[in-house]
């Protein structure tokens, strides 16, 4: 988090939060009720890899989802963007344009007229793509494990278990979610047979914060011997990002992420199941190679416009597809009519970014002096 203000953005979800507790009521239009991300920064979206073997631009972290105003997501991604610019040394004006891109692509995302594709593919998504499309089991299992052996080696990333989150991981695989998510994942009919051949905790970056997290490898039994599956097994914790329907959500947070996942993103979702375990609930995907994130640490001036209508329009189908043809055309027509005259986007998401820009770079000079202290 100490190597730009992009880094920071994207492990101070909480900060956001704050932020948006301390704005006045109506700053921004309150959205149609729906599954949003939470946390909808560059780096949560990315290539995911379908059953199939096929991979497409989706919203890759769930954690924060809730049932909320689709206008956060808007704002969080408009803050990560504007910071990529800033640490890119792009001028101000490709900010504002950026900004008005992102728009764009968002209202062509949410328009049920529109034509069902993305605006051209920027250099940064073509690079993610095709390292996606590219990559093999093995790959995955040499990046993630350092190896293809079906073992899990301890050190720095991955730490030996208790006896008790042994006997606990073993109790979770057993139970009816992850068995029928395994025997849909190999189109086996009923439950598939399943076995831990290894496990670890796993320690990551901004993504654990908090939270417990264990990679665990799976194998399955068939017919020409078994077969593996590398399974992310993370405690799902208390969303920061507030709900406008509290009530209608899941009350059991790993319940919550995996149900947000499967509106927001259905090639995940539909690799993704939850259960208890060590007295709290936790969400677990398996892992492919196609899963990648987007990395933006050096924006290019043609590339950076490019890029936010991109993911704007990501973003806006994964939002649209939730909604009622004359709720979508409502949204729609909310946010035309907001556009401001000196930047062709609303001016309460123009002036939310410029103030979450400067409240951001000072928190992250804070965060570096103490540090350094």
Known sequence: M?????????????????????????????????????????????????????????????????????????????????????????PGIVTARMVEALMAGYL??????????????????????????????????????????????????????????????????????????????????????????????????????????YAVLLAVDQDRGPRYRLIDIKEAGKAAAPSTAAGEMPRINGERVVTGARRLSPDLGDRMAWGRMLGGSFFMRELQPQDLKLSVDKLEHKDATVLAAYLGNVVGLAHGSQMARDVAMSWHRDLRARHGRSIDAPFWLWSSIVDLLGRHERQYLEYCRAWAG
């Open 2 to 90: 100490t190597r730009s203000t992009h880094a920071y953005v994207r492990g101070s979800t909480v900060k956001f939060y704050e932020w948006l507790s301390e704005v006045q009521p109506h700053t921004f239009p309150e959205g149609p009720t729906i599954w949003i991300c939470g946390d909808c920064h560059v780096g949560n979206l990315g290539p995911i890899g379908h059953t199939s073997g096929a991979a497409r631009i989706q919203i890759r972290d769930l954690d924060q989802t809730v049932l909320g105003n689709p206008a956060h997501d808007l704002i969080r991604l408009g803050v990560s963007l504007a910071t990529a610019a800033r640490g890119s040394d792009l």
């Open 108 to 213: 062509h995302g949410i328009d049920p007229d529109a034509a069902l594709r993305l605006p051209p593919r920027p250099a940064s998504v073509r690079t993610a793509m095709k390292a996606a499309t590219a990559r093999t089991w093995k790959e995955l299992a040499k990046e993630r494990l350092s190896d293809t052996s079906p073992t899990i080696p301890l050190g720095r990333h991955f730490w030996p278990l208790s006896r008790e989150e042994r006997r606990e991981l073993k109790h979770l695989v057993s139970q009816h979610e992850v068995l029928a998510l395994v025997a849909r994942l190999y189109e086996m009919p009923g439950e598939a047979s399943v076995s831990i051949v290894d496990a670890a905790y796993w320690v990551k970056g901004c993504s654990s914060l908090g939270q417990r997290r």
